[in-house]
């Protein structure tokens, strides 16, 4: 299994150092300390990095996204990003989830790699502590949960084989940083038509998602995946607005424009997406 057992996922924020783990803390040889929490996550978002005293998506939030997850609507898209990843994945692999969440597609890919006897030791971050709580207390074997931001991933240089993004802000600097020799990188993007109903019904003019140009400085592009459009069927408007809370247009849309949604109880929209897989290059 190579040394992807010997380490934890994560090092110290402060001085970079291996973190080794005990029953209720994190430490490294140069004294920092860092306590679990109950659920099982570490807090590794240093004072520093903070620009809110609650970072991220808050509890309604985190709980709406849970919500909508757990009744299956994206488990496509869960199945086939674990598929990539196992096509592609060697045994005895180490892979951050970078922007985890509540820990659903984490929890997808740990399964899947079972499955198929790929022995794997995964991490996954986010800047909120609501998710990430929600995330450790799924209480998956061969998983640390950390807070932390996708721009200060507290991992050691050329440590990880696998980083993943899955509709999450990206810091190419970070995941070239982190990433061994030739290992790849995992964006997911919604498509083109992606959710197109649910915004016909928000916007008098919708418009068509921007897919922006596949080349990323540092990482070449070895394979882009195309989901075929599938269509979902919600029937409740708190399923609505659930989905509605999980996207961008949540935060750039009017209040007369979110109205619009607060009396509908059925919607079926078409979802689309793009897996893509980077390699990891030569020096930027």
């Known amino acids: 299994l190579g040394d992807v057992y010997k380490r934890q996922i994560f090092s110290c924020p402060v001085c970079g150092k291996e973190l080794k783990f005990d029953e209720r803390s994190y430490k490294c040889e140069s004294g920092h300390c860092f306590d679990r929490s109950k659920s099982g996550y570490v807090n590794l978002l240093t004072s520093d990095k903070m620009h809110s005293k609650l970072p991220g998506d808050n509890k309604l939030m985190v709980r709406a996204r849970r919500s909508f997850l757990q009744k299956g609507y994206y488990s496509y898209l869960a199945e086939s990003l674990s598929s990539i990843i196992c096509r592609h994945a060697e045994n005895g692999i180490s892979l951050i989830d970078a922007g985890c969440g509540e820990g659903y597609y984490t929890e997808e890919i740990l399964r ?3 499955e198929n006897n790929i022995k794997a030791r995964l991490g996954g971050l986010d800047i909120s502590k609501s998710a990430v709580d929600l995330a450790a207390k799924r209480k998956q074997e061969n998983i640390e949960y950390a807070v932390s931001s996708v721009f200060h991933i507290p991992a050691a240089d050329k440590s990880i084989d696998i980083s993943l993004s899955v509709f999450s802000p990206i810091c190419l600097e970070e995941f070239y940083r982190i990433l061994r020799k030739n290992g790849l990188f995992y964006m997911v993007i919604p498509d083109t038509m992606h959710l197109w109903e649910l915004k016909s ?3 008098d003019r919708p418009y068509e998602n921007q897919v ?3 080349l990323l400085k540092g990482f070449d592009l070895i394979k882009a995946y195309d989901l075929p459009q599938r269509k979902i069927c919600l029937e409740s408007n708190e399923d609505i607005m659930n989905l509605f ?15 619009k949604l607060k009396d509908l109880n059925f919607l079926e929209t078409v979802t689309q997406f793009k897996i893509l897989v980077y390699m990891k290059k030569g020096e930027c």
């Open 245 to 259: 809370s999980m996207t961008p247009y949540y935060y750039n849309t009017s209040k007369a424009d979110k109205e």
């Open 112 to 114: 899947s790699l079972r």
């Open 201 to 203: 019904v928000i916007y």
């Open 212 to 214: 922006k140009d596949y």
